[in-house]
């Protein structure tokens, strides 16, 4: 299937800055679903395989397995050593990683492409031939309760980790993907060899190619590597409907030596019915991005009144029936907690009457085609992009209608999606983090 993305951008905003680009997609006879965008890459390709398992699918007690076997992959194959595979990989690439998160498990890869045989060939081999050992098991294990204790955002781990705990009752996005303490020393041997056959199947991953590489090109290596890898049959990924509005308000205060400006996070939780479509997911970005642009919430409480520092606002939406949407604000010194949540908790709720203009609709339009013409600029960040996709659940081809989408977006549709994810009954979460010597004046 060929879309062009670039054209229908270029239309509705009537400019000549895109040019052209073709998405394709195709599924091999064994389920692995390709998709890949030809850019100008300069002889390079960005590539990478996507697999639907994530710690929503770790076993009970065993949180943590996803990312536990991410780490094995870099480890040895039937055919390859550990000296082997990281040396190949190395030499193949111009970058390549992993990560896992509560959904879905990444590898991604920048290559020249004459290297891209090698590397597609290495990242097959792994699928199917993973050797796992008791000794790299013990030795990735301390490496993992390293990573545990270091923690890549501290600040992030920590609020994230409180909310998700008091929000998910019956799922495993309570606890973080890299699982507690105590999960990863439980984690055997039998455990993330079952993950691996069980999850690591081409019927449960997606290829994304983009850069210097054509349809044909693609689909041609992908059968020759990925092709006689057999499928197996998939049980559904099954997760309990949490509650949502519990009517409970949690709030967590906590100082801890990591966090060096007071941070206050609001969260609200919603259904995420109410982002089913690709619309409402943009309805929602332009919703957030004006209500934290420059003219509103930075205005008033950076600006004017002085509360605070900075801040930036998320909304997530894969896990489970839950979205949300969090608020995180660096307090300046000797402000209190309740005052800029109190002025915060005004403007939301003053904000469709008072502050959201036609004007800043527009900018905020502006600002989306700004990020779109520096995404087709760079073939990694498209390659990011369609990932999110796939992680979303949109198909490539509804991406292509964004342009489209997000220029029909009227101040109603703003006011009536506000209405439903600040209503005072999602807010559901109130974290509050302090340096350990800051106490609240
Ligand atoms: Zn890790």
Same mark, same amino acid.
């Given at each position: 299937m060929v879309k062009r993305l670039l054209l229908?951008?270029?239309?509705?905003?009537q400019s000549h800055l895109f040019a052209s680009l073709e998405v394709h997609e195709h599924t091999l006879r064994n389920g692995l679903r390709i998709i890949v965008v030809p850019t100008n890459a300069n002889g390079r390709v960005y590539w990478g395989i996507l697999y639907k398992v994530g710690s929503v699918d770790d076993p009970e007690c065993k949180i943590g397995v996803s990312h536990f076997l991410e780490h094995m992959m870099f480890y040895r194959t039937d055919n390859m050593s550990k000296e082997s595979l990281c040396d190949r990989l190395g030499k193949c690439c111009i970058s390549y990683g992993a990560y896992t998160n509560t959904d879905w498990t990444l590898y991604h890869h920048a290559v020249k492409k004459e290297f891209l045989h090698e590397n597609m060939q290495i990242e097959a081999d792994r699928m199917q031939n993973l050797k796992i050992t008791d000794d790299d098991i013990e030795k990735e294990r301390k490496v993992i309760l390293e990573e545990k204790t270091r923690g890549v955002t501290p600040i992030n781990s920590h609020?994230?980790? @409180?909310?998700?705990?008091?929000?998910?009752?019956?799922?495993?996005?309570?606890y973080p993907t890299i699982g507690h303490k105590h999960h990863i020393e439980r984690i055997s041997r039998r455990s993330i060899i079952?993950?691996?056959? &069980?999850?690591?199947?081409? *019927? *449960?991953?997606?290829?994304? #190619?983009?850069?210097?590489?054509? &349809?044909?090109?693609?689909?041609?290596? @992908?059968?020759?590597?990925?092709?006689?890898?057999?499928?197996?049959?998939?049980?559904r990924r099954e997760i309990v409907d949490e509650p949502i509005n519990t009517g409970i308000t949690s709030v967590v205060e906590k100082s801890i030596p990591e966090i060096k400006i007071q941070t206050?996070? $609001? /969260?609200?939780?919603?259904?995420?019915?109410?982002?089913? /479509?690709?619309?409402?997911? *943009?309805? @929602? @970005?332009?919703?957030?991005?004006?209500? #934290?642009?420059?003219?509103?919430?930075?205005?008033?409480?950076?600006?004017?009144?002085?509360?605070?520092?900075?801040? *930036? $606002?998320?909304?997530?939406?894969?896990?489970?029936?839950?979205?949300?949407?969090?608020?995180?604000?660096?307090?300046?010194?000797?402000?209190?907690?309740? $005052? $800029?949540?109190?002025?915060?908790?005004k403007i939301v709720q003053d904000f469709c009457n008072k502050f959201l203009t036609e004007e800043l609709l527009i900018n905020e339009k502006e600002k989306k085609k700004? #990020?779109?013409?520096?995404?087709?600029?760079?073939?990694?960040?498209?390659?990011?992009?369609?990932?999110?996709?796939?992680?979303?659940?949109?198909t490539v081809c509804d991406m292509n209608n964004r342009a489209k989408i997000v220029a029909s977006i009227t101040l109603d549709d703003i006011k009536s999606t506000a209405f439903k994810i600040f209503k005072k009954e999602n807010l559901t979460h109130k974290v509050y983090y302090t340096p350990v010597s800051c106490s609240e004046p």
């Open positions: 229908i951008l270029g239309l509705v905003f609020m994230e980790g @409180a909310v998700r705990h008091v929000m998910y009752l019956y799922s495993n996005y309570a079952k993950h691996y056959k &069980k999850y690591y199947v081409p *019927n *449960n991953a997606t290829l994304i #190619f983009v850069g210097d590489i054509q &349809k044909n090109e693609a689909i041609e290596l @992908a059968e020759k590597y990925f092709g006689p890898i057999p499928s197996k049959e998939l049980t206050l996070e $609001v /969260t609200y939780t919603f259904d995420k019915s109410i982002l089913a /479509t690709l619309k409402d997911c *943009n309805v @929602a @970005a332009l919703l957030t991005g004006i209500l #934290f642009s420059p003219t509103v919430v930075s205005k008033i409480m950076k600006d004017e009144k002085k509360l605070i520092s900075g801040g *930036n $606002v998320s909304i997530v939406t894969y896990r489970g029936n839950i979205a949300l949407c969090s608020v995180s604000m660096q307090l300046r010194g000797g402000i209190s907690r309740h $005052v $800029v949540e109190e002025e915060f908790l700004n #990020f779109w013409k520096f995404l087709m600029d760079s073939p990694e960040a498209i390659f990011y992009d369609i990932a999110d996709a796939v992680k979303g659940g949109f």
